[in-house]
């Protein structure tokens, strides 16, 4: 019996560790692409290659996970992080003509 609960205790905190190694590389990665954003010239890039809309849907369905109604805070930090970062490339991007046009034509359709 101890040897399964020391197995499960492993199997726990493999899981804690692959959780929160994916958080950390989701930071890394929209901090790059934060980073590329402040150039005009990779505008076009961001909306052609659809990183602006798979920005929109991963901050749609990160923020269900952040915080909750009762103030407490997230299970995973960086998921605020993450959430952050993506509201920083937003906001650069919203700068861009073409980028402006991207996002207000998705508003006009959902009706945002």
Do not use: W
């Amino acid at each position: 019996m101890e040897s399964v609960r020391v197995d499960r205790g492993l199997e726990s905190s493999a899981s804690s560790l692959s959780e929160n190694l994916t958080g950390q590389v989701a930071v890394q990665v929209t901090g790059v692409l934060r980073n590329l954003a402040v150039s005009p010239s990779h505008a076009a890039a961001f909306v052609s290659s659809g990183v602006v809309r798979a920005l929109r849907v991963t901050a749609e369905a990160m923020s269900a996970g952040v915080g909750t109604a009762s103030g407490r805070p997230s299970a995973h930090p960086s998921s605020e992080e993450v959430l952050l970062n993506v509201g920083r490339i937003l906001s650069k991007l919203s700068l861009h003509e073409e980028c402006q046009v991207r996002t207000s034509t998705r508003m006009r359709i959902y009706g945002e």
